[in-house]
């Protein structure tokens, strides 16, 4: 006889849009079996004019929580009951977790961004400058926590004027950083006296892998660290461009396992075994 007290699991996942190439769930999955807890994590394809249904279904069906990734991380914000005020300054969530009947939105990725560079890049980013291609959900996370850790300046680079002028808006608005608007020319030049250069966009991310972001890649120089955020693939042809020039690279698994960390903990109440997380992601990408 069968003496499981329960065959209920709890639920938690993404919202995304595309979303099928998130690999965010080996490594949860990882970790739940790795604390023997009866957790799953799903991948849902959530349309941008079905974010408010699906937050709607998340609590009828009682998940303990979601990711949000492209392009639900500003568009949230309006369905959650508490927003953490790290996020509601950056204006974006990428995590909700349940309090009870309560939906409380935070941001994991600016935090997981300073870890990767701290823990595996060995960068400190105060007194250091910092070039941002981008200026969505992920680019706010990361400059508002590289405002926060004292980065002494911060160079917003975006296709779109308004939205970039209005994340330097933000960051000046909360922060005593020095930060400036670019706009995205062809062929940018990065500036030389950059010390990090950062693709916060979806440029290079499956399945359009043969993409990378327009620059002069004879600006990027021995010794410069650039980074990544797309974490499949995680080499990407920007990190590889980059890499042929000299460039210190790192790629975007380091920020999604130690965000994913954060966001596993306060889902359920346990440190994340992030040895395992990396492990998972590094034997799913070792795959032929």
Same mark, same amino acid.
Not at 76 to 98: K, S
Not at 265 to 283: N, S
């Given at each position: 006889?069968?003496?499981?007290?329960?065959?209920?699991?709890?639920?938690? &996942?993404? +919202?995304?849009?595309?979303?099928?190439?998130?690999?965010?769930?080996?490594?949860?999955?990882?970790?739940?079996?790795?604390?023997?807890?009866?957790?799953?994590?799903?991948?849902?394809? =959530?349309?941008?004019?079905?974010?408010?249904? &699906?937050?709607? &279904?998340?609590?009828?069906?009682?998940?303990? &929580?979601?990711?949000?990734?492209?392009?639900?991380?500003?568009?949230?914000?309006?369905?959650?009951?508490?927003?953490?005020?790290?996020?509601?300054?950056?204006?974006?969530?990428?995590?909700?977790?349940?309090?009870?009947?309560?939906?409380?939105?935070?941001?994991?990725?600016?935090?997981?961004?300073?870890?990767?560079?701290?823990?595996? #890049?060995?960068?400190? @980013?105060?007194?250091?400058?910092?070039?941002?291609?981008?200026? #969505?959900?992920?680019?706010?996370?990361?400059?508002?926590?590289?405002?926060?850790?004292? !980065?002494?300046?911060?160079?917003?680079?975006?296709?779109?004027?308004?939205?970039?002028?209005?994340? /330097? *808006?933000?960051?000046?608005?909360?922060?005593? /950083?020095?930060?400036?608007?670019? @706009?995205?020319?062809?062929?940018?030049? =990065?500036?030389?006296?950059?010390? /990090?250069? =950062?693709?916060?966009?979806?440029?290079?991310?499956?399945?359009q892998i043969d993409e990378r972001p327009s620059l002069d890649y *004879?600006?990027?120089?021995?010794?410069?660290?650039?980074?990544?955020?797309? @974490?499949?693939? @995680?080499?990407?042809? +920007?990190?590889?461009? !980059?890499?042929?020039?000299?460039?210190?690279?790192?790629?975007?698994? #380091?920020?999604?396992?130690?965000?994913?960390?954060? *966001? +596993?903990?306060?889902?359920?109440?346990?440190?994340?075994?992030?040895?395992?997380?990396?492990? !998972?992601?590094?034997?799913? +990408?070792?795959?032929?």
């Amino acid at each position: 006889m069968n003496d499981q007290s329960s065959y209920r699991q709890e639920l938690t &996942g993404v +919202f995304g849009y595309p979303v099928d190439e998130n690999p965010t769930v080996v490594m949860m999955e990882a970790a739940f079996r790795a604390l023997d807890l009866p957790w799953r994590y799903l991948n849902m394809k =959530v349309r941008p004019e079905d974010l408010s249904a &699906g937050i709607k &279904g998340l609590r009828a069906m009682g998940f303990q &929580g979601v990711n949000l990734t492209i392009p639900h991380k500003c568009a949230v914000l309006e369905h959650l009951d508490e927003v953490a005020a790290d996020a509601r300054i950056m204006g974006a969530v990428n995590t909700v977790h349940r309090r009870h009947d309560s939906l409380i939105g935070a941001n994991t990725d600016g935090k997981g961004f300073l870890r990767a560079l701290s823990d595996d #890049g060995g960068l400190n @980013p105060a007194g250091k400058r910092f070039m941002i291609l981008g200026a #969505g959900g992920a680019a706010r996370a990361i400059t508002v926590e590289l405002a926060l850790a004292g !980065a002494a300046e911060l160079i917003i680079v975006n296709r779109d004027e308004s939205r970039g002028r209005e994340l /330097v *808006a933000l960051l000046q608005a909360n922060s005593a /950083v020095q930060v400036s608007y670019q @706009p995205w020319i062809e062929n940018l030049i =990065v500036p030389e006296n950059t010390d /990090v250069l =950062v693709n916060a966009t979806s440029i290079g991310l499956y399945p359009q892998i043969d993409e990378r972001p327009s620059l002069d890649y *004879a600006s990027i120089r021995t010794g410069l660290v650039v980074c990544d955020v797309i @974490p499949n693939p @995680p080499r990407t042809r +920007f990190l590889e461009a !980059a890499s042929a020039r000299g460039a210190i690279t790192l790629d975007g698994l #380091g920020m999604l396992v130690y965000q994913g960390a954060i *966001a +596993f903990k306060l889902w359920t109440g346990k440190e994340a075994p992030v040895d395992v997380m990396k492990a !998972a992601l590094a034997a799913e +990408f070792a795959r032929p």
